[in-house]
DNA sequence: GGCTAAGGACGGACCTTCACACCTCTAGGG
DNA sequence: CCCTAGAGGTGTGAAGGTCCGTCCTTAGCC
């Protein structure tokens, strides 16, 4: 009877390698160094902004205080925050922005993974955007094109905007899990995209890409927007295959 | 200047609220019984199927026998599993499945979350599938639909099917975090599915839907395949939307 | 009857997290 | 000049989760 085999091609040893993988629960301190960290590199939290007082943070991140305490430790002294003390005081990003190192071995080898993972994402939240995004948020988008257009010769301010581009595309959904989706994503990109030369050029094109993609969202046009994120995701994708092994 | 004023828009609370929302890391324990908990649930492992002795599991899970232990027996009280000693033995996921228990409070009020969200992955998974789907992953998806369509009178074995589609597509892009996404998609929904009413005609309908998508991905026709899913999902929403407070 | 592979049970060591109380610093007001 | 409010900095002990190793029990097979 043919109706077994679909049951035996679904018993295949990748949902079982899915469900039976490793199960590594971060511990508090991990994730919270992990968040804050991936949120300050990727620009979201500018140099001089005032973090939350920890009696205050702890309770939005619901944890104890000590426990903050460490993540911030660790980020001091990894130079993304400073503190300082007295009334009026705080805790800062900090202002000289250490170096990014390079993206770690790990990471490189499974490039293709992340940037499969990263179209995904992208074009999922974009065909969601085109029908939820209100107008305030579109109009947030087409102004961040605008100013990526006048930081074509500087790729580090470039980057951050477009950064912020993509996370604002998630934050039109209204949907605070793809927000997290997409700043995760693009916490691991960051590092490859820096392997990459990014002369003005380039620059120009995928900007008009973006104008493109916010024009295509205002006119609610998912399958177009879909389109046209697929492509831009595709030419990065292209570029790294050139770059890196196979993997 | 303008420029100025991308910044203010986001710098919204809406990136803030992701930044320091509660950063709840689950124990292995919670997260085991989770994840195989799903796994059975969605029919991933089938009643009668042994699962990996203790041993041996503990070490594809990345953690302690005892905890891993802590994890099936709460499934065995929940009567998910059980266990037979002795050589021979091992543990067994339980024959007659407990009933379905209705969905949590909680999440129905977040349904329009949990559909969004679910609209994104789909679409997102899809894309990358078109260009990344092997023939055998598309046999073995349109056997399905197949298979389906001889369920249509059954609902709870056409849902099995339906979400064997799901997590195959998942598959067929070789992403395991796509597939984890999905799983854990999936089982989100099937609480808020199981109060829909499923009549022979509208499974029909929608076992077309699943047709034409194979056919889509067979053609490489990645928009086309999206906007068939965007169009699915978007029904179950309507239908979904008549039926529960707005949230 | 013994061997063996499986689940079942226990106890101690280690680490994380937590709550609570207390200390130190510093800008700004009286 | 002092004093106070608000911020970070410190210490301690309890509680709970996780791990590891060890041993016990069951039952099929030679």
Redesign the pocket.
Known sequence: MTSSAPDIVFTAPVTEDVVFSPVR?Q?????TVERLGTAIRLGLLLPGTR?P???ELCMKL??????L??A??AL?QGGLLH?????????FVADPQPPTEPPSAELVSNWREVSDCRLAVEVGIVALAAERAGDTALDGLAALVDLMERQLADFPAYRQSDVLFHVGLAESTGSQRLVAAMTSTQGEMTGLISLIMHPPEVLRSANRQHRRLVEALTARDGPRAARIMAEQVRATEHVLAGLLPSG
């Open positions: 629960s511990t508090a301190f991990e994730e973090l007082a920890e009696r619901g944890i104890a205080r000590s426990t305490r460490q911030l430790t001091s503190a300082s003390r007295g009334r009026g005081g705080g805790t």
